[in-house]
């Protein structure tokens, strides 16, 4: 926790998996979806997929194919293969 509030992206991607699986705290999605944001926008791959997932099933957020999207890219850019593959099915749909 003390590293995820200091900035780490890494402890900040960590902390919302805590929170989507509800391992050592409550589940919480909206928390979840707080911690990732912050490390997908310090670049993290992994939080990005994930917000993009969030956005897609609409958990601790509305529901929003464009934003989705948008994470899925930024992942997808950096070599995310999960993020590649949400938007291949996304787009066979």
């Known amino acids: 926790m003390k590293s995820a509030e200091q ?7 960590n902390l919302g998996i805590c929170y989507h699986e509800g391992q050592g705290v409550d589940k919480d999605y909206k928390e979840a979806v707080k ?9 993290d791959p992994l939080s990005q997929r994930n917000l993009g997932v969030c956005y897609h099933e ?14 899925w890219m930024k992942a997808a850019e950096q070599g995310n293969a ?3 593959k949400c938007l291949e099915e996304l787009k066979s749909k």
């Open 82 to 84: 999960e993020a590649k």
């Open 7 to 13: 900035g780490d992206p890494l402890s900040q991607r």
């Open 35 to 43: 911690w990732w944001m912050k490390a997908a926008e310090q670049g």
């Open 58 to 71: 609409g958990k601790g957020v509305a529901q929003d194919y464009k934003e989705a999207v948008k994470w």
